[in-house]
């Protein structure tokens, strides 16, 4: 994005007063005079141990993942100047496992006119023969944004530890011509091959406030043209940035099975994800990819806010997918921003992080996608505890014991049956307001009830994330929340209460909920993965050996633990 010298002066001005809390989830905000000032404290208690970050300064979007010669590659947005974002460049970590990952040297890193300003965000593409290809967007002298492509030095090298950038960059650029906006026109797809065999690949982009996936296609991978229409826009959406397009299989009953980028055919269904720079979230839609016109339809567009779907409906941006045909899976990375203050991300000389490598997939009711921690993450519980079933009465709190609470993975299911004491709603509310009218600490009929994680010994501190059931137009509705508003004594973080409806029946589904817990994250899975909201809180008192976990109940009517398992995490070995 241009840099606007308001928000400039905005961040002197946080620094100067202490206290206010600066819209800094926009990828491309730049603290010019504060990118030498990061810290290296000894004092960490909100660095994670298992959820992938750097030793020190600013990271954002995962870029260009892919499996090449049995290792996972992982580049991402890196600032290797400081604790804000600027300088940006492509880092590189790999791993045999998606949980322990090694650095590399820099992949990607402003060497030509066409990134000389830097080098933003894209992605990898498998050629025939296996050779990697990575489209990213440069930014060139006069700060326009253009794309451009990186080639690995030597295939036999499995570290892929060189690349070298075409001298024909940029490949891709706005021009008065084509009528691209060029502070618009970022974030390249990964590629795929019609059976015209032409490749085809995608650029975000926006005209006024109509966001758009601009299309291109190409028969060499060099030389692109732009189609004559984009695959998909619509009205009031603002840029789309790191648009993703991928098939999924559409069975019943549900499989996890991935599908190739360039999958098309019987069975075949479409997901477009973009991520929103107006909202800062992440939404996909399902559809239908009409691969002679190149155009997307979705099944439910942007116009009915109700159903347009997230990936996360917390904190969590600048996704990207991989198709690993090894597992056949599709696996989803994103990025998870600080709720901290600009001013204390440089005390503690780092900011952002990645979520755990979700596997994703279609559900059965083929109206959205489901996601689920890769099971290579198992390979870190270690003390299990498992609780027998238990019937939690009205107000009752239960203490979970014997595992590492600030460190945890804990799976936990319930079952309800008095549905007749669920609150009513008379009309449809935004989830995340209704979360925050109704958090843990607002007794209901059935629920809340769920996990209360970094939670104090007095309760001074806690973080909730939990069910609540209403009744609506005669049926049952499901309310999870993950609920920050008593997460942490320091008033400068941002604290705010997500939430979002779960679309299951609880007369016939056990209400599951899985919770990923790790210093300064909590990331959750409702529903067996239908519903995830991922967290930051930086508690006071809660920390390291002092944090506790409860299961809570808060309704009136009782309900039952059908499961808990809960898990101590090993530390990753994270770069």
């Known amino acids: 994005m ?56 600013w ?3 995962p870029n260009g993942p892919m499996r090449y010669k049995g290792l996972y590659h992982l580049f991402y947005q890196y600032n290797p100047k400081g604790a804000v974002w600027g300088n940006i460049v492509w880092a590189h970590s790999v791993s045999k496992d998606l949980v322990n990952w090694t650095p590399l040297d820099h992949a990607i890193y402003p060497s030509q006119p066409s990134d000389i300003n830097g080098c933003w965000s894209g992605s990898a593409t498998i050629l025939p023969g296996g050779k990697p290809a990575i489209l990213y967007t440069g930014i060139d002298p006069n700060n326009h944004q253009v794309q451009n492509l990186a080639l690995p030095k030597n295939m036999s090298d499995p ?28 974030d390249p797809t990964t590629a795929w091959l019609g059976k015209d065999g032409y490749w085809r690949v995608l650029i975000g982009s926006k005209i006024h406030t109509r966001g758009m996936a601009i299309l291109y296609k190409s028969k060499n991978f060099v030389n692109w043209v732009q189609a004559k229409q984009p695959l998909h826009s619509a009205e009031g959406t603002g840029m789309w940035e790191c648009p993703d397009f991928y098939p999924v299989l559409n069975n019943k009953p549900s499989s996890t099975i991935g599908l190739d980028t360039s999958v098309n055919g019987d069975n075949v269904r479409h997901v477009l994800k973009v991520s929103l720079d107006d909202k800062k979230h992440d939404h996909y839609l399902i559809g239908t990819y009409d691969i002679a016109k190149d155009i997307f339809t979705p099944d439910n567009g942007f116009e009915d806010s109700q159903t347009v779907l997230r990936y996360d409906y917390g904190k969590y941006y600048a996704s990207k997918t991989i198709f690993e045909d090894g ?13 901290s203050s600009v001013s ?12 755990i490598p979700r596997a994703i997939w279609l559900h059965k009711s083929g109206k959205q996608l489901v996601q689920w921690p890769v099971v290579e993450l198992e390979s ?56 925050s009218r109704k958090g843990a600490a607002v007794k209901g009929g059935l629920g809340p009830f769920g996990l209360l994680v970094f939670a104090s010994r007095g309760l001074q501190e806690y973080t909730a994330v939990f069910f609540r059931i209403f009744r609506y137009q005669n049926k049952n509705l499901v309310l999870m929340c993950s609920d920050q508003s008593r997460s942490s004594l320091n008033k400068d973080n941002d604290m705010t ?65 059908t499961r808990l398992s809960a898990w101590s995490m090993e530390k990753a070995k994270i770069n």
């Not at 204390?344 to 979520?355: E, F, L, S």
């Not at 009205?394 to 549905?419: K, P, R």
């Not at 050996?545 to 808060?554: I, R």
Request: aromatic share 8%; charged share 20%; hydrophobic share 40%.
């Open 159 to 186: 570290l892929l530890r060189e690349w070298v950038k075409s001298p024909k960059n940029p490949l891709m650029a706005p021009t008065s011509a084509n009528m691209i906006n060029s502070s618009s026109f970022r």
């Open 59 to 61: 990271i954002n979007d």
């Open 380 to 435: 870190l519980r270690v003390n299990p505890v498992h609780w027998p079933t238990k019937v939690v009465k009205g107000g009752e709190m239960l203490q979970v014991t014997g595992v590492t609470a600030a460190q945890a993975d804990v799976e936990i299911s319930f079952d309800v049956n008095e549905f007749g004491k669920g609150e009513v709603l008379d009309q449809w509310v935004d989830p995340q307001i209704l979360c």
């Open 497 to 561: 209460t997500y939430g979002t409806f779960v679309d299951m029946d609880p007369l016939h589904e056990k209400l599951s909920l899985r919770t990923l817990i790790d210093h300064s994250v909590v990331e959750s899975f409702g529903g067996e993965g239908r519903a995830c909201i991922t967290a930051r809180v930086y508690p006071t008192i809660a920390i390291n050996e002092k944090a506790q976990l409860y299961a809570f109940n808060n309704g009136t009517a009782a309900v039952k633990i």
């Open 344 to 355: 204390d991300d440089i005390k503690k000389g780092w900011a952002g992080i990645h979520t």
């Open 327 to 339: 597992k056949n899976r599709r696996v989803l990375l994103g990025w998870v921003n600080e709720s």
């Open 2 to 57: 241009a840099v606007s010298p308001i928000l400039l002066l905005l961040a002197i001005f946080s620094l100067i007063y202490g206290n206010g809390i600066l819209p800094i989830e926009a990828t491309h905000h730049v603290y010019r005079n504060l990118q030498t000032l990061s810290s290296d404290s000894s004092d960490q208690p909100y660095r994670t141990a298992y959820h992938f970050q750097p030793p020190k300064n």
